[in-house]
C-alpha cells in the first residue's frame, strides 16, 4: 500500500470548513483513498473513501487532485465534536484486507 | 452502518492474570476479524488476522501464545492476554469484515489496564 502524508495537526474554528490535506504521490492506480477518523477512546469512524472521483457524504467531501498525488478533506462546518485524529489511508479495494493507520492529524475544532 | 461491538468496553486486571475480551459483529457475519493495539498518543497497530474456523495469523513481534485469538463462529472473536503485565496496558480494538467488498467496521475498543 502507498504510503501517506498528512499534516502532524491542525486547528479550526468551530462553523468553519476544515481542510485537511494528505499526499499520496507514490499511489498506484488501482488504489483508493480512504479517511478515517478517530475521536479520543473510540474506535476509527469510516469517513469517506474515493477512486480519482471527488465524493461527497453527509459528513465530509474527498477531493482528490487530477494526477491523484494529493487530497483533501473537507468537513464543511466543522463543530466541536469533529476534534479528533484524522487518518488518511490509500490502499486497494476493501475485500478484506486490514488497514494500514499512520500517524493522522489531530484536529482541533476551537470556539 | 453495520455494528461491531466489543466487551467489556474497559477493564482492570492483576499483573500474571488473563483477561478476555471479545468482539462481535451484530448484525452481519464476519468471515474476518482484525485486532489492533493502540498505545497512548500512537496510532493504531495490526496485531492479527482471524478467520472464522481457522487459526489467526499474527503479525511479526506478537507472541502467538500470549495474545490467543479465537474466531470460533462468524459472530464472535475473542482475544485473550495471558499473563498480563502492565507493558500490556493498551486499547485494543477490532474490526470485522463481511467478506463483501466495502463492509469492514471497527469496534468502539477495550480499554486494558494491568496493575
Known amino acids: 500500500d502507498a504510503k501517506t502524508t498528512q499534516p502532524t495537526s491542525m486547528d479550526c474554528a468551530e462553523g468553519r470548513a476544515a481542510n485537511l490535506p494528505c499526499n499520496h504521490s507514490t499511489i498506484s492506480g488501482n488504489e483508493y483513498v480512504y479517511w478515517y477518523r478517530q475521536i479520543h477512546s473510540q474506535g476509527p469512524q469510516y469517513i469517506i473513501h474515493?477512486?480519482?472521483n471527488n465524493e461527497t457524504n453527509e459528513m465530509a467531501s474527498l477531493i482528490i487532485t487530477e494526477d491523484r498525488k494529493s487530497s483533501t478533506l473537507i468537513l464543511p462546518h466543522a463543530t466541536l465534536r469533529d476534534t479528533a485524529v484524522y487518518y488518511c489511508i490509500v490502499r486497494v479495494g476493501d475485500y478484506g484486507q486490514n488497514f494500514v493507520f499512520g500517524p493522522g492529524t489531530r484536529l482541533s475544532v476551537l470556539p | 452502518g453495520a455494528v461491531v461491538s466489543q466487551h467489556p468496553s474497559w477493564v482492570i486486571c492483576k499483573s500474571g492474570t488473563s483477561v478476555k475480551i471479545e468482539c462481535r459483529s451484530l448484525d452481519f457475519q464476519a468471515t474476518t476479524m482484525f485486532w489492533y493495539r493502540q498505545f497512548p498518543k500512537k496510532s493504531l497497530m495490526l496485531m492479527a488476522t482471524?478467520?472464522?474456523?481457522?487459526?489467526?495469523?499474527?503479525e511479526q513481534g506478537v507472541e502467538k501464545d500470549k495474545f490467543l485469538i479465537n474466531h470460533a463462529s462468524l459472530t464472535l472473536s475473542t482475544l485473550t492476554v495471558t499473563s498480563a503485565h502492565p507493558e500490556d496496558s493498551s486499547f485494543y480494538i477490532c474490526s470485522a469484515h463481511s467478506g463483501a467488498p466495502y463492509e469492514q467496521y471497527f469496534g468502539p475498543g477495550t480499554r486494558l489496564t494491568v496493575t
Open positions: 474515493g477512486l480519482k
Open positions: 482471524s478467520n472464522e474456523g481457522s487459526k489467526a495469523t499474527y
